[in-house]
Structure formats: structure tokens, C-alpha cells
């Protein structure tokens, strides 16, 4: 977002007994209208000097500082007006809005904050303050900033992907999604397309992320995560020439994709280019050591090289964070049987058996 620039009338702006001080603000004004930022930024610092205590060019300066991204000295002047005017809402806004565009998002949060407690209806604070609260990993206060503003305005797609990807990134897919979806439809958007078929792969409904896929592909083939999911929904459905291609295209763009990684290594390992697959693998489990499937794979990769006792311990681990993850367990029955440990094997077929039961359609 752009930030409002602060424009003054010269009426009312007492500047000095003589005329050149206005003539000076009026061409700084008219610099910063047509995005002359840096004449503007002079004329305002030159006027500073003469007149220190006139908050209104210190704010006209802190806008001008802001478009030219110098966000720290926008901030000095931001500041040293509302010393004076604590009161002023725009100064208040754009202050924010110098934090959010310089990402350091716990101070536009705590900017946001106290605006959105006097202006809870302004719509424009509601959408700053739930991004900078999803950009902190703080879901759960982004998901109660919009859901009143959400349901009030339930035409706004910028409130319903605020929304709806708060509400994927808590836990809550299927609600979040239904908002996302919305967002893709009625919005044509790539990033909100891209979204919804990374969503439905994690619930395994890869028939319907294949759209999304298409359609975040068709929009902007360059949104980073594009290919990787091209890639998912292809292996899925069979092509894993067309997977293959994608995956390698995804980690081009980005060498640290960990689903790419993944996925790629999974398809390489059916392949049996095991050299490959444990590259993507290994690489896969350093980028995040706690994800179960990428041990996974991993320990399915080892057993087939015959590093048996690695094997083993990866898939102990698995089973041991995912304790209701059936194949797993079929995997370690089956390596416990080959490493002469019947006993340990039974246990583990026994969980299989009773798994079953539980979910006869596993």
C-alpha cells in the first residue's frame, strides 16, 4: 500500500513574516504532488531549518521520506509530530504504514493496534493489523480481527483472504478454504488459486487442487510454489515425466522448496535413481528435521540401499510421531521381520491390524 501524502493547505501555516518561506512550501508541495520526492524532501529540509517547530512540513517530510523507502527517517519525523499532535490519525496511519513497509511488523502491530481500538470500523486498519498479526504467527488474533469485519463485509475478498489464510495457517483448512476458494473465483487470483491447491493437497484431494493448479499456472507461472504444486498434482495423478519437469523447474526458482524436495525425491526413489532420490532426501530432512514424511522417504530410500539399521531408526522415529500413520508401521513390521526381530515385528503388525480395524477404508 501506498501511503497517504500529507498535504497542507499554506493557509493557516505560519512560516515567517517574509513570503519566500511559502513560495519554498508551495514548491515542495507541488514536487511531492507530481513525485518529485527528492526535491520535495530538499525544499521541506531547508524549511525545517528556518521553521523547526511547524509540524505540518515535518509531516509533508516524513510522506516524502516514505515514498523514496527511507523508512527509518520517516519514522524521526512521524514521531516528532506526534509529540506534538498525539491526536493526529493520519500521522498516526502513515507512521504505521512507515513500520509495515519497513516489515518490522510488531511495531506496525503495536501502531495498528491503537488505531483499530478507536476506528474498529475502518476497514483499511482491519486488513494492516491481520497481516502484520499472520506475519508475527500470531493466527489466532488475525483470525478475531477479521472474522467481525469478514462477516459485516462479506463482499470483501481483501477480508476474505485475510481470513482465509489465517484460518488455513491455524489448523482450520476446510473453513479457511471455503473463503480462499472464494477469493480464487471471484478475484481471478494467482496467489489465492495457489493457496486452495496447496490446501486441498494436504487434505489428499488432489482431483480438486488440480484446478487450482491450472489456474494459479495460467495466471502468474512465475508465483513462487507454482510448479511444486504442478508437480504434486501430476505425481498424483500418474505423470510422473510432467511431475518430474515441474519439481525441477520449483527448485530453479528456489533450491531450499522443501516440498519439491519431497516430492521429487519420492518419485525419483519408484524410479529407482536412488543416488537422486536421497540427494532431494537428505536435503528435504536438513531444511526441516522434525517432518515426518521427508524421514519417511528417507527410511524407505535407506532400506532399499541396505543401510538397514538408518532405515530403522527412521522409521522408529516416524511411527513414534505418528502413531495412527498405518504405512509406516507395515514398513517396520516388515524391516524388523528382515533384521531377525519376530517379536518386535508382531507388535508392529498387531498395530497394523488394529489400525485397520479402526479405519477399514485406510
Known amino acids: 500500500m501506498r501511503s497517504r501524502v500529507l498535504i497542507f493547505l499554506v493557509a493557516g501555516i505560519v512560516l515567517a513574516q517574509t513570503t519566500d518561506p511559502e513560495k519554498?512550501?508551495?514548491?515542495?508541495?507541488?514536487?511531492?504532488q507530481r513525485g518529485d520526492q527528492a526535491t520535495a524532501i530538499r525544499d521541506y529540509q531547508e524549511l525545517l531549518r528556518l521553521h523547526p517547530d511547524v509540524v505540518e512540513i515535518r509531516a509533508n517530510l516524513g510522506a516524502a521520506l516514505a515514498q523514496e523507502g527511507r523508512f527509518d527517517e520517516a519514522i524521526e519525523q512521524y514521531r516528532a509530530v506526534l509529540e506534538?499532535?498525539?491526536d493526529d490519525a493520519r500521522v498516526q496511519l502513515n507512521l504505521a504504514l512507515a513500520y509495515y513497509k519497513?516489515?518490522?511488523w510488531a511495531m506496525a502491530a503495536e501502531r495498528l493496534e491503537a488505531l483499530h481500538s478507536k476506528r474498529a470500523e475502518d476497514l483499511r486498519i482491519v486488513t494492516l493489523l491481520g497481516e502484520c498479526y499472520q506475519r508475527l504467527g500470531r493466527n489466532a488474533d488475525a483470525i478475531a480481527v477479521f472474522t467481525p469485519a469478514q462477516a459485516a463485509h462479506p463482499e470483501d475478498l481483501a477480508l476474505a483472504w485475510g481470513l482465509g489464510s489465517a484460518l488455513i495457517q491455524s489448523g482450520r483448512a476446510r473453513e479457511g478454504l471455503v473463503l480462499v476458494e472464494k477469493v480464487a473465483d471471484s478475484g481471478n487470483s494467482a496467489e489465492a488459486h495457489l493457496l486452495a491447491g496447496q490446501t486441498l493437497v494436504s487434505l489428499n484431494e488432489f482431483e480438486k487442487a488440480q484446478r487450482h493448479a491450472d489456474a494459479a499456472m495460467r495466471l502468474?507461472?512465475?508465483?513462487p510454489g507454482v510448479y511444486t504444486l504442478q508437480g504434486q498434482v501430476l505425481?498424483?495423478?500418474?505423470?510422473?515425466p510432467g511431475?518430474?519437469?515441474?519439481?525441477?523447474?520449483a527448485l530453479e526458482e528456489n533450491p531450499d522448496d522443501f516440498d519439491a524436495h519431497v516430492t521429487l525425491g519420492a518419485i525419483l526413489n519408484s524410479e529407482r535413481d536412488l543416488d537422486g532420490a536421497r540427494k532431494h532426501l537428505d536435503r528435504?530432512?536438513?531444511?526441516r528435521p522434525d517432518s515426518s514424511l521427508a524421514r519417511f522417504e528417507l527410511a524407505r530410500v535407506e532400506r532399499t540401499q541396505g543401510q538397514l539399521e538408518a532405515a530403522l531408526k527412521d522409521f522408529e522415529r516416524v511411527v513414534h510421531d505418528n502413531p495412527d500413520w498405518?504405512?509406516?508401521h507395515i514398513d517396520l513390521s516388515a524391516l524388523y521381520y528382515k533384521l531377525n526381530r519376530p517379536e518386535d515385528g508382531q507388535r508392529e503388525r498387531a498395530i497394523v491390524d488394529k489400525l485397520s480395524a479402526q479405519v477399514p477404508s485406510r
Open 84 to 86: 506534538r499532535t498525539p
Open 243 to 249: 511431475a518430474t519437469a515441474a519439481l525441477k523447474k
Open 326 to 328: 498405518q504405512q509406516p
Open 220 to 223: 502468474n507461472p512465475r508465483l
Open 235 to 240: 505425481q498424483y495423478l500418474g505423470d510422473r
Open 24 to 32: 519554498l512550501f508551495r514548491e515542495a508541495v507541488a514536487a511531492q
Open 284 to 287: 528435504a530432512v536438513q531444511l
Open 102 to 104: 519497513k516489515k518490522d
